[in-house]
């Protein structure tokens, strides 16, 4: 059983950045396909991110294309995600999770291990 646990979140201006972490431990992620999500207060948990085995390639959700960056480091077993143009909107909590059958998926029913999640809040 993997245990994930991410780190980095924090309190940040607009148009500011950070890099969150999601560090894996138990067994190797590096055959796993793995995404980060986000579920701000009284809305559902919304998929941000996924990363292919290799990291050759990443998909992205609309609301995060072109300012947040999925990437991966097998030999370190961690996971994650450069985030870059902060928006108020961008507050919530952060998750990573794994793909269990592979592939690019969206769906949060597609991934489990989840981790304890990493708040990030974007205020001036």
């Known amino acids: 059983q993997v245990q994930l646990v991410e780190s980095g979140g924090g309190l940040v201006q607009p148009g500011g950045s950070l890099r969150l972490s999601c560090a894996a431990s138990?067994?190797?992620?590096?055959?796993?396909?793995m995404g980060w999500f986000r579920q701000a207060p009284e809305k559902d948990r919304e998929f941000l991110a996924t990363?292919?085995?290799?990291?050759?390639?990443?998909y992205y959700a609309d609301s995060v294309k072109g300012r947040f960056t999925i990437s991966r480091d097998n030999a370190k077993n961690m996971v994650y995600l450069q985030m870059n143009s902060l928006k108020p909107e961008d507050t919530a909590v952060y998750y990573c999770?794994?793909?269990?059958?592979?592939?690019?998926?969206?769906?949060?029913?597609?991934?489990?291990?989840w981790g304890q999640g990493t708040q990030v809040t974007v205020s001036s």
């Open positions: 999770a794994i793909a269990p059958n592979g592939g690019i998926v969206t769906n949060k029913e597609n991934y489990n291990s």
């Open positions: 138990g067994r190797s992620i590096s055959s796993a396909f």
């Open positions: 990363i292919s085995l290799s990291g050759g390639s990443t």
